[in-house]
């Protein structure tokens, strides 16, 4: 498909820019277009709890997405209201979560109060820097061409990086390799975030499809692509050793270097059909 044929993304992502350069040897003066990153700040029944940097796109459903896979609510149901607004100096999404998960995230915030930064934001020794999410059970199994359709599928469907090739994307898949849904950020667990969030918002039953993300698998990929169910993950890019150990422990599928029909099956092969000649 030629890009160019793409409709253009929310005016919101990006903007457009005069450039001057070379390119194949030539010099090059022209219009170039750049993806936006700026402060979303996330704040939960009027307490400020996380600033990220983000593309301003899609941000109720990536509010919705990072309060599941971080685990400060457990369903959709538990929030009650998302809105967003914007500023000079970045958004502000504001979500009324159930007093329970509010009551949770305030011990939570209460027992950090006063230690110094981290590099793993919101923990408090070793025992909580990898959360392992429940084990999930599933019967579904994929096939290996349906992998290799979806990834087709998506890359004709990142219309963000199309105008901006700066972007990474996450995208949810019918058994069939299907492309329902898929969510672009300058963040590639922002680009995930964002599609959980779509993905629970949608109603859509996660298990009966799989996930596939254009960057590397890290552990953080696994742990939110576990969270909401979904038993197949499958990365353009390579993963990492704990990324294997914790989707070995949640039951999930676990596929990196996922190329046309290259791939590498890390964990539970049994889901996986390899296609056979």
Same mark, same amino acid.
């Given at each position: 498909m030629d890009m160019s044929e793409l409709p253009l993304p929310a005016a919101q992502a990006y903007r457009t820019l005069e450039v001057r350069g070379i390119r194949a040897g030539s010099r090059l003066a022209g219009q170039d277009c750049v993806a936006e990153e700026v402060p979303v700040a996330?704040?939960?029944?009027?307490?400020s709890h996380a600033v990220m940097m983000a593309t301003p796109a899609d941000l109720e459903d990536f509010a919705y997405g990072f309060s599941l896979t971080e685990g400060i609510v457990d369903s959709a149901s538990q929030i009650h209201d998302c809105e967003w607004s914007s500023s000079v100096q970045g958004y502000t999404v504001q979500l009324t979560i159930a007093a329970?998960?509010?009551?949770?995230?305030?011990?939570k915030r209460r027992n950090l109060t006063g230690r110094t930064g981290c590099g793993l934001c919101g923990t408090e020794s070793l025992t909580q820097a990898v959360r392992h999410p429940a084990p999930l059970q599933l019967a579904q199994s994929?096939?290996?061409?349906?992998?290799?359709?979806?990834l087709a599928i998506m890359r004709t469907r990142q219309l963000l990086l199309a105008v901006t090739?700066?972007?990474? &994307? @996450?995208?949810?898949?019918?058994?069939?390799?299907? #492309?329902e849904l898929i969510r672009e950020d300058v963040g590639r667990?922002?680009?995930?975030d964002k599609l959980v969030g779509a993905l629970i918002r949608s109603g859509r039953s996660a298990g009966t499809g799989f996930v596939t993300i254009t960057s590397r698998a890290s552990y953080e990929m696994v742990q939110?692509? &576990? @969270?909401?169910?979904?038993?197949?993950?499958?990365? #353009?890019?390579?993963?990492t050793g704990l990324a294997v150990d914790v989707a070995q422990s949640a039951g999930l599928t676990l596929l990196g270097f996922a190329r046309g029909d290259d791939v590498s099956i890390y964990s539970h092969p049994e889901r996986?059909?390899?296609?056979?000649q």
């Open positions: 996330l704040e939960f029944n009027g307490i329970l998960c509010f009551a949770r995230l305030k011990e994929f096939d290996a061409g349906a992998v290799s359709k979806a090739g700066a972007t990474h &994307a @996450a995208a949810w898949c019918t058994a069939d390799g299907d #492309v667990h922002n680009a995930l939110k692509t &576990a @969270a909401v169910g979904v038993g197949l993950l499958a990365a #353009v890019s390579g993963v996986f059909k390899l296609d056979t």
